[in-house]
């Protein structure tokens, strides 16, 4: 499903819509649209594609949110994720969230 995307340039990968169905402390449980697939965007995936903007879990375990408490990723959101790269030792795809509310 997602080899070919890699393949692109990746301002002409596309973007997948899915939903944000959990959120725990080291992972984001998102299903996508099409197809209706589960996927995980880990913690320290995250980390790494933001670096300028660590995200923490909300008290009521429901949301990343940034060092002002604003909210950035939240239970039943809907988001766009695109292919960011193969991690080959862990054998798994990293997709990538896009358009997130500024900082």
């Known amino acids: 499903l997602f080899a070919g995307d890699l393949?692109?340039?990746?301002?002409d990968r596309p973007r997948r819509t899915a939903t944000?169905?959990?959120i725990t402390d080291?992972?984001?449980?998102?299903?996508?649209?099409?197809p209706t697939i589960d996927v995980k965007l880990?913690?320290?995936?995250?980390?790494?594609?933001l670096p300028s903007r660590p995200l923490t879990l909300d008290d009521a375990g429901v949301a990343l949110v940034d060092r002002q408490g604003r909210t950035v990723l939240?239970?039943?959101?809907?988001v766009d994720l695109?292919?960011?790269r193969r991690d080959e030792g862990r054998k798994r795809w990293v997709l990538a969230p896009v358009a997130l509310p500024e900082a």
């Not at 393949?7 to 301002?11: Q, S």
């Not at 939240?74 to 809907?78: K, L, M, R, S």
Request: overall charge negative.
């Open 7 to 11: 393949a692109l340039p990746e301002a």
């Open 20 to 22: 944000i169905m959990g």
């Open 26 to 34: 080291s992972k984001v449980h998102v299903q996508l649209d099409a």
């Open 42 to 49: 880990y913690a320290s995936d995250l980390a790494q594609l």
């Open 74 to 78: 939240a239970v039943g959101d809907a």
């Open 82 to 84: 695109v292919v960011a």
